[in-house]
């Protein structure tokens, strides 16, 4: 017992001060792309590489501000492929971690000015801005986003403070936190588990695959993300998102960023 | 016959080089090797045109030799299974008959194993109907007072998808089965498809790999990147495959760490619980140290790895890491000295060596049971040539054995990872991608690659066919999971079912790795 305090002395408080001071985060991070218009070369964009070399096919040429290339976020794996074929270093990743939305269309960045989540409706936030309980469904998550979303229940960022909490049934639950594209074979289990969470209730699609797909957007076992199911009410983009992102996302759903 | 022809791991061979044995020769040659000390890596159907006839794949690893013997042979529509001689092979034997709709007659269980749309060697038989996942005739104990319980596919926690089938005597847990197949994404057909090209050379393939099973990206990314490297004639530098060695022992810690506290929340020792979920996090921030991303992604690829490591960034590394192995160790010491903890952990779920050996399990669940059985050891490949990996084993078979075994391993982790901190640290900087023309590279036609790699969860085994152009025509990926998944129901045997939560952590087993 003795040795289990001194431990505890020794590995001392560990939690975040986050939302309170901005996060520390890795300087390689692959957060919110930035792109220079000022570097982007003209030439470069009717054709521009960044969009062929995207596996996902996230680049849309022209659609971004002054004729640059935007990018579907939601699509977006945060990969190296297009940054690493950029000739002029005008496409790049930056540090911001912000990257939740509300609605699907918010994720077409066009080079500034995203649309982060807004809180929600007042009654729903007078509902579970004190209290969120969420039921966690992974239909063909990789095990990545489910390890970061469990990284929140730890000691290092605490959920539990801003009470939200997982639990274990769909019952108990406020909403759904869904990972992973919609496998097939999850389909049926996903939309029994939303109907059996009592209204009002939210969704959130955590990750590349719930919102998109992620890789495997098209493939025959592949739904393509929640949306093609159950209404969303919040998108966090990434390849899993960093655990700041979702968290930051959740606040701001309950209006507390 | 007596097939001779041998490979090593990372090597390529001329398909036409492959012996082929008839089926009956086959099922001598691998029970002999069984016998032997060999074991099945992998045994899977290569598609091809024939409407009646599949050719099969065994790739027999023996360990202590350090060696890999691949053979062929053919099966028609109905064959008798080798499961029954063979029972390493019964998942395999039930991959080929979902997968080309074949029979294996004799095989004790035929239930879908991903439940995804039957398929047939003919291409002109018609379609056969999708099973709905999970419905199956489980294995059923009759009795008065015999219970069924089923659990899942969702599950109370932040965790993947899966069913089990508890046939129960009270709290005794009679028999165990386990359904998958709900993670199923279908990434197998997409390695060959058109999903396959374009982009910067590997189009989603690199993508696909990573979210394999996600919490290995590391490991089966490497896997992918041996079979490319081997079939295009590559070789990293040396700089690269440090920084590789260090990600795949950064992923082994930080699952083994995890998985520690994971154990101590079992058994409600919350201190280590707390601890271990902190220390899991800060190896994955090594991780992201170098290249930005949590889990690895992007840090290896075809040739080398995406990113470097400066002097500056290496010395951060190392602060962290040592920072970091020193709470390891005292987290891991006060959940192993504490009695409770012992009490729980000790002759709970045991499995037998002779049941490990006759499943072929692999990875820190075979070592638990005193089977000596590491890649990086018995078939070191890359930089595990030079930086040797020492094995760890516990002969108990039991959870307190699997959980021993990572403690083991965090150790040794630890000291390859500053083994080769010091190597790398004395190489001159730059230098992280094979010289050569862009990727992709031609490969060699008509060859077999395989590739193993010693992921946190055990074998990761590869393989790769091309063709006469040279493109990959086939491919093939066997998680871990996929050997080990019947081992944690055969330590369910005459277990409390309450027990189940400790043991299933004890395994710790991927769904997607199994399900692909």
């Known amino acids: 017992m003795l040795r289990a305090v001194l431990e505890r002395l020794r590995q001392k408080r560990r939690t975040v001060p986050f939302p309170a001071e901005p996060p520390s985060l890795p300087d390689r991070l692959r957060g919110l792309p930035v792109i220079d218009a000022a570097k982007c070369p003209a030439d470069c964009r009717h054709n521009p590489p960044c969009a062929a070399a995207c596996p996902m096919g996230a680049i849309l040429p022209g659609l971004g501000t002054a004729g640059t290339p935007a990018i579907d976020l939601g699509k977006c794996l945060f990969c190296t492929d297009c940054t690493a074929v950029c000739p002029s270093g005008a496409l790049t990743f930056g540090r911001d971690h912000r990257l939740a939305v509300r609605r699907r269309e918010h994720l077409l960045f066009r080079g500034e000015g995203l649309k982060l989540a807004e809180a929600l409706e007042k009654r729903t936030r007078r509902l579970f801005g004190r209290s969120l309980k969420l039921r966690q469904v992974s239909a063909g998550g990789c095990n990545a986003c489910e390890a970061d979303l469990n990284v929140l229940t730890t000691i290092v960022f605490d959920l539990g403070r801003f009470g939200i909490e997982f639990v274990a049934s769909p019952r108990h639950a406020d909403g759904i936190m869904v990972t992973g594209p919609v496998t097939e074979n999850m389909r049926v289990a996903l939309l029994k588990c939303y109907e059996a969470t009592p209204e009002p209730r939210i969704v959130i699609a955590s990750g590349s695959c719930a919102v998109s797909g992620g890789p495997f957007a098209g493939m025959p076992e592949s739904h393509d993300g929640v949306d093609a199911l159950v209404p969303v009410d919040l998108y966090i983009p990434g390849c899993p998102p960093h655990p700041i992102t979702a968290l930051d996302g959740m606040l701001r759903l309950l209006g507390r960023i | ?516």
């Open chain 2, 1 to 516: 016959m007596h097939p001779d022809l041998i490979m090593s791991n990372g090597e390529n061979v001329a398909l036409a080089d492959v012996p082929v044995l008839d089926l009956e020769s086959l099922r001598t040659f691998l029970v002999g090797e069984a016998r032997g000390g060999g074991r099945l890596a992998i045994l899977c159907g290569i598609p091809g045109n024939s409407p009646d006839r599949l050719t099969i794949l065994a790739v027999v690893a023996r360990d202590g030799a350090g060696i890999l013997r691949p053979v062929l042979s053919e099966v028609g529509e109905r064959y008798p299974a080798l499961t029954p001689d063979l029972p390493q092979a019964h998942l395999f034997e039930r991959e080929m008959a979902e997968r080309f709709g074949i029979t294996p007659v004799g095989h004790p269980r035929r239930n879908p194993v991903r439940y995804t749309v039957p398929g047939a060697l003919d291409p002109a038989a018609p379609a056969r109907a999708r099973p709905l996942p999970g419905d199956t005739d489980f294995f059923r104990v009759d009795g008065e007072e015999v219970h069924e319980v089923a659990v899942g596919p969702i599950h109370a926690g932040i965790i993947e998808p899966g069913h089990f089938r508890f046939q129960c005597h009270g709290e005794t847990v009679f028999h165990l089965e386990i359904a998958l197949g709900y993670q199923h994404r279908g990434i197998e057909a997409a390695l060959t498809g058109p999903l396959s090209q374009g982009g910067r050379g590997f189009g989603r393939v690199p993508h696909l790999m990573a979210t394999a099973a996600g919490d290995t990206t590391i490991g089966h990314t490497l896997a992918w990147c041996g079979v490319v490297e081997s079939l295009s004639g590559t070789r990293p530098p040396e700089r690269a495959g440090l920084l590789r060695l260090i990600a795949l022992e950064l992923e082994r810690l930080a699952n083994h760490t995890g998985d520690l506290g994971a154990l101590a929340g079992d058994v409600a020792y919350l201190p280590t619980l707390s601890f271990c979920g902190r220390l899991r996090g800060d190896f994955l921030n090594m991780t992201a140290l170098v290249c930005g991303n949590r889990f690895g992604r992007g840090l290896a690829v075809p040739g080398g790895t995406g990113f470097d490591a400066d002097g500056h960034r290496l010395a951060e590394l190392r602060g962290r890491f040592e920072a970091t192995m020193r709470d390891v160790e005292g987290a891991a010491d006060l959940l192993f000295e504490t009695p409770s903890v012992r009490a729980r952990f000790e002759r709970t779920g045991e499995v037998s060596r002779e049941t490990a050996t006759a499943l072929g399990l692999v990875g820190p669940a075979a070592r638990a049971c005193g089977i000596a059985r590491d890649v990086r050891v018995d078939h070191p490949c890359g930089m595990y040539g030079r930086i040797r990996a020492r094995t760890s084993t516990w002969p108990s078979g039991d959870v307190f054995a699997r959980a021993n075994v990572r403690r083991l391993e965090i150790r040794e982790s630890a000291r390859l990872i500053r083994t080769a901190l010091d190597a790398l640290t004395a190489l001159p900087e730059g230098g992280i991608q094979a010289d050569g023309p862009p990727w992709p590279r031609p490969m060699r036609p008509e060859s077999l690659a395989v590739s193993l790699v010693e992921g946190w969860r055990g074998e990761i085994c590869h393989v790769a066919a091309t063709g006469p152009d040279g493109r990959i025509t086939f491919y093939k990926i066997t998680d871990p999971s996929f050997h080990n998944w019947e081992g944690l129901a055969m330590a369910l045997r005459g277990l409390a079912i309450s027990d189940f939560p400790l043991c299933n952590k004890s395994f710790n087993l991927s769904y997607c790795g199994h399900d692909l």
